[in-house]
C-alpha cells in the first residue's frame, strides 16, 4: 500500500515570499503520478501541479514549482512570489495509473499581507 | 462550461436514517470517484465508476454504496447512518480511466453532519 506524510500541519509567508511545502511518500512502484491539489474555502480541490515518475525533469507551472527526488521519495512544492489567494489546504497526493489518489494529511499554508 | 455539481450543498441527518448524495459530472466525462474527508482520516477513497462499473471501491462498510447512471450522472448512498459519518463527501470526474493524464476536476462536496 501506499502512504503519503505531510510533515508540516500549518505553515505561513508573507506575501511576495516563497513557501516550501514538504511531502514525502512510500511506494514499490516504478511508475506512478504525484499531485498538489489546493483546497480553498469553497471546498473544491483545485489541481495546482503534477508530476509523472518517470520523467527527471522538475514540473512548474506559473509561480508553482516542484522539487521531485525520486530515490528519496521526496516531492516538495515551492510556491513563489506567494498571493493572498494562495491562503488554503494543500494537499499532496499519489496515483497509480488506473488506481485512486492516495492524499497526504494537508499542510494549512496562511499567506499573510 | 459546467464543473462537477453535487447536490445538495449541505445536510443535516439524525443517526440510523439513510442518505443520498448525487454527483453531475463534467459534460462528456464518464469516470466519477467519490472521496470522503474528514479531520481525523483525511482523503479516504470511496468508490470510482465508469460507464455504469464500479472499478474500484476503497475500504469501507457495506453501509456506503454507490451507483453510476447511463448519463454518467452518480449518486452514493450511506444507510444507518453513525455520527462518525460526518464529513466532507467529494465527488470528482474524469473523461476516462486514465486520469492520471488527465486528471480529476473535483466538485465542491456535500457536507453531511450527522446527529
Known amino acids: 500500500a501506499q502512504t503519503v506524510t505531510q510533515s508540516q500541519p500549518e505553515m505561513s509567508v508573507q506575501e511576495a515570499e516563497t513557501v516550501t511545502l514538504s511531502c514525502t511518500y512510500d511506494t514499490s512502484e516504478n511508475n506512478y503520478y504525484l499531485f498538489w491539489y489546493k483546497q480553498p474555502p469553497s471546498r473544491q480541490m483545485i489541481l495546482v501541479i503534477r508530476q509523472e515518475a518517470y520523467k527527471q525533469q522538475n514540473a512548474t507551472e506559473n509561480r508553482f514549482s516542484v522539487n521531485f527526488q525520486k530515490a528519496a521519495k521526496s516531492f516538495s512544492l515551492k510556491i513563489s512570489d506567494s498571493q493572498l489567494g494562495d491562503t488554503a489546504m494543500y494537499f499532496c497526493?499519489?496515483?497509480?495509473?488506473?488506481?485512486?489518489?492516495?492524499f497526504g494529511g494537508g499542510t494549512r499554508l496562511m499567506v499573510k499581507p | 462550461k459546467a464543473g462537477v455539481t453535487q447536490t445538495p450543498r449541505y445536510l443535516i441527518k439524525t443517526r440510523g436514517q439513510q442518505v443520498t448524495l448525487s454527483c453531475s459530472p463534467i459534460s462528456g466525462h464518464r469516470s466519477v470517484s467519490w472521496y470522503q474527508q474528514t479531520p481525523g482520516q483525511g482523503l479516504q477513497f470511496l468508490f470510482e465508476?465508469?460507464?455504469?462499473?464500479?472499478?474500484n471501491k476503497g475500504n469501507f462498510p457495506g453501509r456506503f454504496s454507490g451507483r453510476q447512471f447511463s448519463n454518467s450522472r452518480s449518486e452514493m448512498n450511506v444507510s444507518t447512518l453513525e455520527l462518525g459519518d460526518s464529513a466532507l463527501y467529494l465527488c470528482a470526474s474524469s473523461p476516462g480511466p486514465d486520469r492520471a493524464n488527465y486528471g480529476y476536476t473535483f466538485g465542491s462536496g456535500t457536507r453531511l453532519t450527522v446527529v
Open positions: 465508476y465508469f460507464s455504469e462499473t464500479q472499478r
Open positions: 497526493a499519489f496515483m497509480i495509473w488506473g488506481n485512486m489518489l492516495t
